[in-house]
């Protein structure tokens, strides 16, 4: 069997579909899944151990053998912990294929094979009887089938298909219940990544602002989960507008609904502000009373308590549909309304002398329908990209840059994706502005989104889109001039990894005849950078984990360490560093440049070279990004932009994602003896547009 994977080609920032062998998509859902990182959460194995010891002895009180139905078991590890416990027989469900057989090779490894059948079906294809799946109901549910919404990963209906046909009534449930908590904020850095803030341009005629649309004001965005590691917000990015708030909590040993519904809850603000954001996070009672909880709270709610690191479950930031100004102590409904799969919140303030009556009215109006984008610019622009255009430093780099190269004549083409250079251009006196927004059929059509932009900012006639692609370019398009000053941030949204962004450099280069012989590039250059970095955190995602909890779970690590190498070479990924602390070993050092005032070469672009460890530390791995040179003495960095002491702390650009790539030792868990510095050799194929490194310590 073959699949096809889509995979966006730097050289044409368009997508392929790449015809792989069968064993591509397990290996990239093994190499890059959870589940290392969920063999390391201690907190969530030690408390699933407690709450499951715990609901085996209360059916064994009863009388009762103990039957355990392990929904989405994994690596077989809940189940394990079951059968320890005294369980006397162990239903392990599981749907991925590659998983349910890793998870029968460890059960057998740990001599549990005669208490615990794994099954490799859906929860919901699984059959109760004499010739079924299951001898008959368990009396014991068990599940960690939750995300960082709770509920998005479907544990709901698989819930309600349990309590109907897999489970006894007044089953053991671990966990027990589930809630989820509430903090109203309001937050400038958060909701930025809403919406489009004016954006102020010093011109030669005054200041200019450039505004979104009205239907981008009111638009409530995309339904997809923003989720982040709430613990790198520092709490000067927020203000509390209210205490933390329970919004729900489900009770999983009972029969679950998972249809639509909503909930409220009335809230007074603590603060008056504007009220922009949701905060969210749950946790999960183990057992009935409460005892053993797993908490996702973010550092401020216990600030005692020491915190569990994960990835696998983090926070939730949910945007209100609009700002709404609140006053301390006033009254206000907070309403959260869910699907089979996510959540999303509504504000509304009590009226005036308001009873249970007017309360019941409200009711009506809650608004049900999940949020549609109806303004195309949260198609085009993603919640970070949102954060980028609503960077005033970073602008004012552009606007300065753009300063130095326009003259009154200048013909400008602009080559980016959704960006508002050709609007500063524009402002700054650019003579004629074009944008090549070329349509892609898998990209969403912007079109009519920039229509509606410039025409809110009344530049119908003065910016022109070019539909083309850079190759199809025709003098026609420029109204048969030549370009003067060829512009880009670079950012195209078909980029993972930093160097994606390079295609600007290959749609100069197809564009190459209809420049003008003394064309200004901008930028005029990028650079490649590497720094060699220990991670707080970030490396346990790709570390064996060996023993979990007294079981042997290596047939896992090897699975994960075999995928990984599945490729010959080892790949970079990319991470948001902002949200994953590391410090530097090393200085950061500059190993490629790429000149875009010359056209690619046919040849790749190498380097090798070594880089002194200045730090004692574990060199878990190496980070890359790009630096774009926009005019002389201005660059943009969208990776390190400082180091903030001694101890080699370090700052990242807060909106872009940074290539990491993680050295074997991590891969293997070796203990290095003090390295003192790390050869590289980085490639640059020029044909394909993908950089292949290689590091020794
Ligand atoms: N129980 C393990 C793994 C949890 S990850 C542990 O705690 O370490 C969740 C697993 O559930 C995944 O492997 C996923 O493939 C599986 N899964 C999710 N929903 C399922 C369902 N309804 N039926 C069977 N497997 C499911």
Known sequence: MKTFCG????????????????????????????????????????????????????????????????????????????????????????????????????????????????????????????????????????????????????????????????????????????TVYVQLVESKRMWSWKKLFPVHVEAEDGEKIIVPPSEMENCPGVPSVCDIQLNQMPSSDFTALSDVVTMFSVDFSKPVQSASTYYRVQLEPVKSGKAQIVLSWWDIDMDPSGMINCTMAPYWVKPTSALQWRDHWMQCVYFLPNEEPVLQGEKLYLTACRDEYSVWYNLQKAREGENKAGEEEHKADVRVESPVCRCRAHLLWNRPRFGELNDQNRTRQYIRSLRKVLKTDSVCLCISDGSLLPVLAHYLGAKQVQCMQPSRIDLYHPHELWQAFFKANHLEDKIKIIEARPELLKPSHLEDKKISVLVGEPFFTTSLLPWHNLYFWYARTAVSTHLASNVTVLPQSASLHMMIVEFQDLWRIRSPCGICEGFDVQTMDEMIKDSLNFRESKEAEPHPLWEYPCKSLSDPKEVLTFDFTKAVPQHCLSTQGSVNLLRKGRSHGAVLWMEYHLAADISVSTGLMQMSNEKGNCEWNPHCKQAVYFFSSVIESEILSDPTAVTYAINFDTKTGEIAMDFKL
């Open 7 to 178: 995979r966006a080609n730097p050289t044409t920032g368009s997508m392929e579909w790449l015809e792989e062998g069968e064993d591509y998509d397990y290996h990239q859902e093994i190499a890059r899944s959870r589940y290392a990182d969920m063999l390391h959460d201690k907190d969530r194995n030690v408390k699933y151990y407690q709450g499951i010891r715990a609901a085996v002895s209360r059916v064994k009180e009863r009388g009762e053998k103990a039957i355990v139905l392990d929904i989405g078991t994994g690596t077989g590890l809940l189940s394990m912990m079951a059968a320890s416990a005294g369980a006397d027989f162990c239903y392990a469900i599981e749907v991925f294929k590659p998983m349910a057989n890793a998870a029968v090779k460890i059960v057998e490894k740990n001599g549990f094979s005669d208490k615990i059948k794994v099954i490799n079906k859906h929860s919901t294809e699984v059959t109760v009887g004499p010739d079924g799946d299951m001898q008959c109901r368990a009396n014991i549910l068990v599940t960690e089938l939750f995300d960082t919404e709770l509920i998005g990963e479907g544990a709901l209906p698989t819930y309600e298909h349990a309590h109907k046909y897999l489970v006894q009534e007044g089953c053991e449930a671990v966990p027990h219940r589930a």
